[in-house]
């Protein structure tokens, strides 16, 4: 059966504004993120940081895939709001299981995500009938596969077991967006093939991070009145609040504004729309932790300061940096030297914070990040704003 596949694709006139629809999805991953923050802080050891890092990946991957396919597509057909609209309460079912995993829900969180990306593909497969890209969703949809077995045997396994396994799905999944998809006798996607709007993917990505920080004032306020209103309390209230801010302030410096030009820029600007993507999931995942902390220094402002509450007060900040430096990387193949110096003054910290209590370490992650935030500041008052320019095919 053919029809004109062409009404579904996003045609190169068309706005390259997020949709309302768009921002309706996204709405879900705020719910996923404060479920995720919030299993992170029941127990801060390295099992349950690897299990949630584990669905934190899961969860990710769903919105990528989405952002991708509104990305390609015409989200004014209906048939692909439809789409977007059963992926966002796949998404919410996929939340939902979170707190219990690892535990008495595999089977709802494993289901719930392999339902999302096998329909999709399968929706997409029928969409594209007649057009050179008709065979990707089955490679998509052979890789999902491939990595289904893990993820319905871990489900089915004991907690330890299921990690295992779900590290291999997740590796799988993440294995073949980075290859393509290779396939036997279907070959794999090529990189000329993956045509995409620039400036709807990068907004998309910002609005993705905005979302993450909207956990975190969701967290930080839910903390708040969750507890007697003290001093202390209140001036880690207004200190947590004052991370986020600066926060956004250096996530929107420059690179995230100057994205979509670099990535029309490039030669390579599918690569380069990935590496944008797995630099969004280094910086939304220490926005994660930064909001784990948030739990523990607003819940508790004075007194000793556990190591575990020191890793993800100091940790949060200092991961979001890393990945802003990468992204940076990405926008302009060069770091400034602000990103990589905070992560270092960061790191020297937690020994002698050990010493103090949890909200004296929480205003030095502030005074940390304001210097970055005010160098950033001066360097663009005395230069002019840094030109896109996209590292080479050959650069790492």
Known sequence: MRHN???????????????????????????????????????????????????????????????????????????????????MLGSVVLTIAV????????????????????????????????????????????????????????????????????????????LGGILLWPTPKLGRMLESQWAFAPDHLAERYRQFFNISLGETVLILGATFIAEKSTIHRTVALIVAFATSALLWRIYFYQAALTLADTLKS?????????????????????????????????????????????????????????????????????VSPTRLIGVLVLAALLAPLLLAPPLVAAASVVVALTCIALADALRVRHRPPAQPSPPTPHTP
Do not use: K
């Open 99 to 174: 707190p219990g995993a690892f535990e008495a829900r595999g089977l709802l969180f494993a289901g719930s995500y392999l339902l999302i990306h096998l329909g999709r593909s399968l929706t997409l497969r029928y969409l594209l009938l007649g057009h050179e890209l008709q065979h990707v969703p089955y490679l998509v949809l052979c890789w999902f596969g491939l990595s289904s077995v893990p993820w319905i045997l871990g489900a089915f396994a004991p907690s330890p077991v299921r990690l295992a396994l779900w590290a291999l799905a997740i590796a799988i999944d993440y």
């Open 266 to 334: 490039s030669n390579q600007p599918n690569r380069l729309g990935r590496a944008a993507a797995n630099a969004h999931l280094v910086m939304v995942a220490g926005v994660v932790v930064t909001s784990v902390g948030y739990q523990a220094f607003i819940g508790q402002p004075t007194g000793h300061t556990p190591l575990a509450w020191l890793l993800v007060i100091l940790g949060g900040p200092a991961l979001f940096l890393a990945g802003r430096a990468r992204f940076e990387y990405t926008v302009y193949a060069g």
């Open 5 to 87: 596949f062409e009404r579904y694709l996003r045609a190169p006139e068309y706005p390259q504004q997020a949709t309302y629809l768009e921002l309706f999805f996204d709405l879900a991953f705020i719910f996923a993120f404060t479920r995720i923050s919030r299993r992170l802080s029941d127990s801060l050891d390295l099992v349950n940081a690897a299990q949630t890092l584990v669905l934190l990946l899961a969860i990710f991957w769903v919105w990528t895939f989405t952002a991708w396919s509104t990305n390609f597509f015409n989200p004014e057909r209906v048939q692909i709001q439809l789409l977007v609209i059963a992926s």
